[in-house]
Every structure is written in C-alpha cells, then in structure tokens.
C-alpha cells in the first residue's frame, strides 16, 4: 500500500514548527507527503531584524511564498496546495474583519475546496490542529474546525458530489506540544547550567491541562532539516529567537520526538511510534 499523508496548515512556516520533523521522517520512508495551506500570511510580523527592509515588507506575500516553497523542499512534500484565503491576524486585529479574511471564509465552499484536495490526494493520514487554547489564532482555530469538518465529509459520498470520488481518510492527528515534551527539555537545558527559553511557556500550561499524546513520533535523524525548514522562513523567524536556544543535541538527548494527538478515525491497536501504525 501507498502511504500518503496530507498535512493542514494555517499560514507559511507552521509547517515548519508544528510537525516539521515528522514529515522529513515519513518523507524518508517513502511516504507521499503533501501539504495544504489556508492563507499567504499576509500579516506576519518581520521577526527576524536583518529582513526588515521596505522592499520586503511592500512584497511580503510574495516572499513569503518563496520561503514557503524553499521549506517545503527541505522537508520533502511532494506537493502544495493553497487555499487562497487572506490571513485573518491576531486575534481582536483589524484584519480579523476583512471579507477575504480565511476567519471569514464561507464554510461550505471552504470545505468544498477541502475536500476536493483530500480526495485527490487520497492520504490516510491527515494533520490538522488541535483547539489551541494556548495560541488562539483565528486561523488555526479554522483549521482545527474546518480539519475536522473535512475529515468526515470526504468519506461521504453524498457531501460535495462535484468535488470527486469519495476518499475516507484513517486517521486526523494534530501536532502538540505536550507538557512531558516541554518539562523533558526544560529539565535538560538546566541540567547543563544553560537558560530555558520554556520556563514561561511552561506556567501557561497547568500540569493536565494539556493535550493527551497518541503518538512520538522519532525524530533523530530529521532535526537538523526541520530547523532548516524554519531557517528558510527568514521574513518570520530571527535566526537567533526561541526556537533555536535549545540546541539540537540537548533535544535529541531529551526528547527525541515530536507528538501527535488523534483527533478523529481509527484508534484501533497503533504503534506508539507511528501515524500509519496498525492501517
Ligand atoms: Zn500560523
């Protein structure tokens, strides 16, 4: 059987935080890896200092597109399909409230549009997002609703007859970050006298408060493309920011995996370490 595995994302570059290093590994194997994106991230903030130049700014969605394209390489997707919306910014922002915001997207042709990838790209596997309390961005609030919605639908043969041969999908996962991930690697940068870039991260997640892990899956040797990935979204990311405090090797001592939390399908007998396992 032909694995493939369809990941949804929000803006360019969450495919590069959230989930990054598991399709580089499933990439490896083999599986058909592709990739779905809601919006341009027209709103992204210049994080990174050295790309704040007027000539970026005036053409963001465009470089954000290249950069979206060079992480994708990186990660090994096959393919990306964008959805088109406009990013809907932070929340209570003033482009929450424009027409063409994806918050504002019309949802059955949001979903028809969906469904029409899933059953062309016939994935076992999808990723979504989970209800994210702790990063309430209107957009990935979307994708969870909307991932969901799409998962079911595109079994269904009566929904959306014009959008292709139904395909029902396995399972839907979302990437998270566990607080055992998060005190693993906190514990280990002050284990080696070196500061965490976690402490705060850690007391907005009360112990159980975060989402249940369904799956680890094995990152050792797919590290170091994901931070490239991350590295590629320039415009977004300060080369010297959060997520490249912890250095790799601390992470690959600690907690060598990133976690998923199935959402909805098939949660018969899996292997711990596998999105496919069990299908
Ligand atoms: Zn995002």
Redesign the pocket.
Known sequence: MEQRLLAI???P??ES?KGAGTIAHYSDAGVTCVLMVATG?EEGDILNPAMDRPEIVANLSAVRDQELVAAADILGYARIHRLGYRDSGMPDSDANGRADAFTNAEETEALAAMVAIIRSERPQVILGYDDHEYYP?P??LRVHDLSIKAFEAAGDPQQFPEAGPAWAPDRLFAPVFSRDRLVALHEAMLARDLESPLTRWLERIPEGEDSPVDVRVPIDSTLTRARDALRAHATQVDPDGFWFQIPEEVVLDSYPWEDFHLLAGDDGPGDPHDLFGGL
């Open positions: 994302h929000a803006h570059d969450d935080s991230g961005h957009d990935h």
